[in-house]
Antibody
Framework: QVQLVESGGGVVQPGGSLRLSCAASGFTFSSYGMHWVRQAPGKGLEWVAFIRYDGSNKYYADSVKGRFTISRDNSKNTLYLQMNSLRAEDTAVYYC????????????WGQGTLVTVSS | EIVMTQSPATLSVSPGERATLSCRASQSVSSNLAWYQQKPGQAPRLLIYGASTRATGIPARFSGSGSGTEFTLTISSLQSEDFAVYYCQQYNNWPLYTFGQGTKLEIK
C-alpha cells in the first residue's frame, strides 16, 4: 500500500537550515506530483510547496518563496524540502503528500516530521 | 489568493445526531473543493473531493454539497470516531492549494 515517510526534522536556530526527506513506496512515485504541507502547533494546515511528477515545475507559498526549495529524486523514490533562513514562524509539523492526479487534491499523507526553530 | 472560511469554529453535537459544517470561498472555486478529517496526532485524511465525491473507503454517512463559493459537509449520524477537526481545501487554483482554518467537531 501507499506509504510516505518523512524524516529530517529537528531543532534548529533562527537563520539555520534543514533538509527534510520523504521516502515513498507502494505507488509509481515518478508519475505523481508531490506537495509539502505544514501545520504549526495547534494551528491549521498551510500548503508550502509543489513539484511536478518529473520535476519540471515547482511552486511555493509566498511565506517560503526564496528560502525553501523542493526537489525529488525519482530514482530513489524520494521527495525533499531544503529549508534555509529558517524563522520561528516556520516551526511546524511538515507533511509530504501525494496528489490524486494533476488538478485534484491530496489522497495520501505521511505521518509528518516536526521542525522547531528556536534559539 | 483564494481565502477559505469555515464555520463554525467549534461544533458540539451528540452521537447519533447530524452535523453540518460550512465552508465559503472568497471567489468561485467551481466544484474543486475537498474535505479532510484530522484526529489528534494524525495526518489529515481525504474524505470528499469534487465537492461531493467520497474518497475510497469513506462511509456513506459523510456527504458533501455545494458549488461556486458555498459548500457543506454533512455527517448524517455521528459515530464516536467522527469527532475530529475538519478542513476544507480549494484546488481550483492547483497547485496553489488553500485550506480553511478548520472546524472542531466535539462531543456534546
Amino acid at each position: 500500500q501507499v506509504q510516505l515517510v518523512e524524516s529530517g526534522g529537528g531543532v534548529v536556530q533562527p537563520g539555520g537550515s534543514l533538509r527534510l526527506s520523504c521516502a515513498a513506496s507502494g505507488f509509481t512515485f515518478s508519475s505523481y506530483g508531490m506537495h509539502w504541507v505544514r501545520q504549526a502547533p495547534g494551528k491549521g494546515l498551510e500548503w508550502v510547496a509543489f513539484i511536478r511528477y518529473d520535476g519540471s515545475n515547482k511552486y511555493y507559498a509566498d511565506s517560503v518563496k526564496g528560502r525553501f526549495t523542493i526537489s525529488r529524486d525519482n530514482s530513489k523514490n524520494t521527495l525533499y524540502l531544503q529549508m534555509n533562513s529558517l524563522r520561528a514562524e516556520d516551526t511546524a509539523v511538515y507533511y509530504c503528500a501525494k496528489e490524486i492526479m494533476e488538478w485534484l487534491p491530496l489522497d495520501y499523507w505521511g505521518q509528518g516530521t516536526l521542525v522547531t526553530v528556536s534559539s | 489568493e483564494i481565502v477559505m472560511t469555515q464555520s463554525p469554529a467549534t461544533l458540539s453535537v451528540s452521537p447519533g445526531e447530524r452535523a453540518t459544517l460550512s465552508c465559503r470561498a472568497s471567489q468561485s472555486v467551481s466544484s474543486n473543493l475537498a474535505w479532510y478529517q484530522q484526529k489528534p496526532g494524525q495526518a489529515p485524511r481525504l474524505l470528499i473531493y469534487g465537492a461531493s465525491t467520497r474518497a475510497t473507503g469513506i462511509p456513506a454517512r459523510f456527504s458533501g454539497s455545494g458549488s461556486g463559493t458555498e459548500f457543506t459537509l454533512t455527517i448524517s449520524s455521528l459515530q464516536s470516531e467522527d469527532f475530529a477537526v475538519y478542513y476544507c481545501q480549494q484546488y481550483n487554483n492547483w497547485p496553489l492549494y488553500t485550506f480553511g482554518q478548520g472546524t472542531k467537531l466535539e462531543i456534546k
